[in-house]
Structure formats: structure tokens, C-alpha cells
């Protein structure tokens, strides 16, 4: 496979890009990667080869994951048919019997896609993927009105993955050096006398042109995901833990002085205590003292942070993610209003959250019962999941 990825994509800036499109993130992961990703999978391809601009090196290294079926990149030409005749000499070393040329920023490129551009190349020198054309064609006049209407009987958008036999297109494009460029690799083929089938394409399967296609891209990428988390969990936790000699509590991450300490096993954090509780509920696994018994001397004085540590990092084996912690803390003193904010960004570092998904609370008992007595404190906190529907 030959990715071609060597344009500047001016069109698809965003406020805040720096870089050409197929670098520029959607959902967290650059376009060129979630691009490779689709054939780098596929078990009927040996090998995949980008082409990049000779500036982009180190973008290219950031960008993309080493695998054992990547081949180094390919410094590109100035214009697309440039870059692939540079990326076909590249691959003529591996003599390929077959080679599938696709576009860098088409990263909804499907399995199924690509399995039929391969089949076609069973009975034909090339094949692309392709859509028929539904909308009718309007041709424009000089002065901005519609000159004609053009039949769209017969009609295809072009798409990528096209795929030809090596030697074929490789002697196609050596042809076409110096004549007017081509739109597309099937263009230098026909030219070339080449019989090229069309063979279903996909309507997801679009390039990623403008910075509103990067923008439609990211909100399809975390759209699909979130349906993928469609498991919802809802867990609940509760600790309490009573005063001590001291001049300090920790609460929810925080060091507050006081008059007092709290008594543990650990260093007491009621606030992260319950949050890890109320993970371990969501995901029906135990509680705190199952995960991290008192009677084990490795957690004498321990930091809570490494217990809710612990909690998120199961959920994230599960495949899940946190969607909101919640924690009230309920005392009489020490006021917890002026550190809340600390406390919040505590836990948020903890778990890898956004700040505003995560609530810290704090009420009193109108001093009734052992915290409206001032001998200790409690806390109690919920926790929404997403899990994979079959986790």
C-alpha cells in the first residue's frame, strides 16, 4: 500500500492548527495514523509505505506508531503524481505483485472496502473504489448561472483505495511523466490504455478536505465511541474514618492543617476513600479494603491517591472510561470551601479527568451525631461509568 500524504492541506486549517491535515488530530489521534491504522490491520497487506513532504519528517515521527509492516517514509514531489511515481520506485524493491494507492486524509477507510478493490484486481489491471452519483450535476457558466444540466446516468465520485497491478501502473505513471496532471491514479491508468473496474466504495469513507470535514470527523470519531461505552455504571462509596493527635488532614488529596489528625491504615483521606469505592461499585469489583487490606503493612500511611489510581486504571483495562465523580465530604470542621478548588484539580490529575468532571461537595449535620460532635469526619461519593456494551 502507498499512503499518499505529502500536501500542505492549507483548506483545512483550524484556529489553534499548526500542522498539515493529515497530522492534525481528531478525537486525540492524528489523521495520518488513524489512516494506517485501517490497512496496517488487514491481514491481506504485507506492507504499507507512506509519501511525505520533505518538511514533514518530523511530523511524520510524532504522528505514527513504528510497526513491523511500516516501511520508512518516502520524501514526495510537487505535485500528487509526483509523490506516487517517488513512492512506486520506492516500492519496486519489494516487488509487489499488487499495489493500492489511498489518500492520507481518508482515515473511515473500511475492511470491507478494501477487500473489493483486491478481489477486482483478481480479472483487471486496476480497480478503484467509487460511489454513484445520486445528486444531479449542474455545469456552471462563467458568469456564476447553470450552463447545463449533465446526465449522471453512469456517474461516480472516485474514491480511494485504487489498486493496480505493480509493473502496470508503475510503467503508467513513468509514461505520463512531463504530460498535464491527473486528477487520480485511475486517470494516469486509462491513459495508459488500462481496463480499471469500479467496485463499491463506501459513503464514510470521505477525504478530509476542509477544517468543517476535521471538525465533522472528530464529532463522528467521539460520537462512536461514546456508543461503543453504552454500558452505564453507577457506583456509590462511603467512608468515615475519626479524629486523631495531629496538626494536619488529608482530604481528598489535599493537606489542610487542623487541629487534629484523622485515624487510618493509610493516610485516612476519607474524600478519596469513598471516590474509590464508588469506582470499584460501578464496576461490581469489591471494595477498598478487598483491592488494599489494612492488614497488609505495604499500605501503613500509603497515599489514597495511588488507591483511586488503581480504581481508574481497572476501569480503563475494561475498556471504560470515567464520565463524573462526585464527593461530599461531611464535617463540621475544618472548613472545606476554601480548598475545594485544590481538590478538584487533585482528583481530576489523579483520574485524567477534565476539572468539570468532578464535584467536591461539603455539608454539615447540623452537629448531630459523631461529625456534629467533631469526632471525625465522613464522606460519601458516587461515580459514573461507560463501559463497552459487552464488558
Same mark, same amino acid.
Given at each position: ?214 471538525? @465533522? =470527523?472528530?464529532? *463522528?470519531? %467521539? ?5 461503543? /461505552? +453504552?454500558?452505564? &455504571? !453507577? ?104 480548598? @475545594? =478548588?485544590?481538590? *478538584?484539580? %487533585? ?5 485524567? /479527568? +477534565?476539572?468539570? &468532571? !468532578? ?33
Amino acid at each position: 500500500v502507498l499512503v499518499v500524504a505529502a500536501g500542505r492541506g492549507t483548506r483545512a486549517a483550524r484556529p489553534g492548527d499548526t500542522a498539515p491535515k493529515q497530522y492534525c488530530p481528531v478525537d486525540g489521534r492524528p489523521v495520518l495514523a488513524r489512516t494506517l491504522d485501517a490497512f496496517l490491520s488487514h491481514p491481506r497487506i504485507a506492507s504499507v509505505r507512506v509519501v511525505i513532504h520533505a518538511d514533514d519528517a518530523g511530523l511524520y515521527r510524532e504522528s505514527v506508531a513504528p510497526h513491523p509492516r511500516l516501511a520508512p517514509p518516502v520524501t514526495g514531489g510537487a505535485t500528487r503524481q509526483d509523490s506516487v511515481r517517488r513512492g512506486l520506485a520506492a516500492l519496486a524493491a519489494e516487488e509487489p505483485d499488487l499495489v493500492l494507492v489511498h489518500d492520507g486524509v481518508r482515515p473511515f477507510v473500511d475492511a470491507a472496502t478494501i477487500d473489493r478493490v483486491i478481489a477486482a484486481l483478481d480479472s483487471h489491471d486496476g480497480a478503484i473504489a467509487a460511489l454513484a452519483l445520486t445528486d444531479t450535476l449542474k455545469r456552471a457558466g462563467t458568469d456564476g448561472t447553470i450552463a447545463d444540466t449533465v446526465p449522471r446516468a453512469g456517474m461516480y465520485a472516485a474514491q480511494t483505495p485504487q489498486g493496480f497491478r505493480f509493473e502496470a501502473l508503475r510503467d503508467a505513471h513513468d509514461r505520463a511523466a512531463g504530460l498535464p496532471e491527473f486528477t487520480d491514479d485511475a486517470a494516469v491508468a486509462e491513459a495508459a490504455g488500462m481496463g480499471v473496474a469500479l467496485v463499491a466504495g463506501s459513503a464514510a469513507n470521505i477525504k478530509l478536505t476542509t477544517a468543517d470535514d476535521l471538525d @465533522a =470527523a472528530d464529532r *463522528r470519531l %467521539r460520537m462512536d465511541h461514546f456508543l461503543a /461505552l +453504552a454500558d452505564i &455504571r !453507577v457506583g456509590t462509596g462511603f467512608d468515615v474514618h475519626a479524629f486523631a493527635p495531629g496538626d494536619h488532614v488529608v482530604l481528598c488529596g489535599v493537606r489542610i492543617p487542623h487541629s487534629a489528625g484523622l485515624a487510618g491504615h493509610s493516610d485516612a483521606d476519607v474524600g478519596l476513600h469513598a471516590l474509590t469505592d464508588a469506582i470499584l461499585g460501578g464496576l461490581a469489583d469489591g471494595d477498598i479494603g478487598r483491592h488494599f487490606p489494612p492488614s497488609d503493612m505495604r499500605w501503613k500511611g500509603a497515599d489514597s491517591a495511588r488507591f483511586l489510581a488503581h480504581a481508574v486504571d481497572l476501569v480503563h483495562a475494561r475498556g471504560g472510561r470515567i464520565g463524573h465523580l462526585d464527593v461530599t465530604l461531611i464535617c463540621e470542621a475544618p472548613k472545606i470551601g476554601p480548598h @475545594a =478548588a485544590a481538590m *478538584r484539580a %487533585r482528583i481530576a490529575g489523579i483520574c485524567g /479527568l +477534565a476539572e468539570d &468532571r !468532578v464535584s467536591v461537595k461539603a455539608t454539615t449535620t447540623e452537629k448531630l451525631g459523631f461529625t456534629g460532635r467533631r469526632e471525625g469526619i465522613a464522606a460519601q461519593a458516587s461515580a459514573t461509568l461507560r463501559l463497552p456494551i459487552d464488558g
